[in-house]
């Protein structure tokens, strides 16, 4: 036999040793024919594991989700623009940005982790973080806005913070002593790392500055 027949040769047996009712016979017949080497071809044979895959894939468990809706919120936080969902990093514990979305939609978040909650204004910084952690109960899926993987944001502080103070800042200033002077946690307007405007940095970089501070500015110099 081919190294391709053996491999479907393989294949099924395994599929006929495993329980199944209609499916068993099928395979077994299937088995019987595979004696006499069928005309196989690779192309064929990649095409039975891609449906293969694509089954396991279908029939893998998603995992449970629940809404959130910030509308009250607005009430309360009458300046915020948007708001920010920060999860937990699930090693080090330290947050990320799973996502911002405005205050009127309802997205769909990973339910029972906790979530931390952030107001974000017209500038776009915090203007409110919630002082604790909250899990959402799960609820049945409806299609809709998933902040999940695909969304997130992670800020780091040597890959995305360090390289824009080495490149305006350290020219005149220790760096260990401006992150610790010039920054207060979740707050990056009350941080004069981020307000500060004898430099001058682009927004982009002052954007990335200010999420970094707002997201709690962890593992510093
Ligand atoms: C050309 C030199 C120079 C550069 C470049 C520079 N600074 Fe400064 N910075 C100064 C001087 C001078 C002071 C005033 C020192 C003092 O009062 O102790 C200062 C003060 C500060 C202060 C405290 C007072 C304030 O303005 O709030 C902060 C915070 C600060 N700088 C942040 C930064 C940041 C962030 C960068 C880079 C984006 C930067 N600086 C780049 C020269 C510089």
Do not use: N
Request: with cysteine; charged share 25%.
């Amino acid at each position: 036999m081919e190294r391709d027949d053996l491999a479907i040769d393989g294949l099924l047996r395994e599929l006929a040793r495993a329980p199944g009712g209609d499916d068993h016979a099928f395979v077994a017949r299937v088995l019987a024919r595979t004696q006499h080497p069928a005309p196989w071809k690779p192309a064929a044979f990649a095409a039975a594991i891609l449906v293969a895959m694509g089954m396991v894939y279908a029939m893998a468990p998603e995992a449970p989700t629940g809404r959130i809706d910030f509308a009250h919120q607005s009430c309360l936080l009458p300046d915020a623009v948007r708001m920010r969902v920060l999860a937990k990093e699930a090693a080090s514990e330290r947050l990320y940005l799973l996502g911002e979305v405005a205050m009127d939609a309802v997205p769909r978040v990973p339910a029972s982790t906790p979530l931390l909650f952030q107001a974000v204004g017209r500038d776009g910084l915090a203007i409110w973080t919630a002082p604790s952690f909250v899990k959402v109960r799960p609820t049945p899926s409806t299609p809709g806005l998933m902040l999940d993987r695909k969304s997130a944001r992670r800020v780091d502080f040597a890959r995305d913070v360090k390289p824009i103070l080495d490149l305006h800042c350290s020219g005149c200033h220790a760096e260990a002593e401006l992150v610790r002077e010039g920054v207060t946690p979740f707050e990056a307007r009350r941080s004069r790392l981020v307000t500060q405007t004898h430099a001058p940095i682009s927004s982009d970089d002052r954007r990335q500055l200010a999420l970094w501070v707002d997201l709690g500015a962890c593992v510093r110099p």
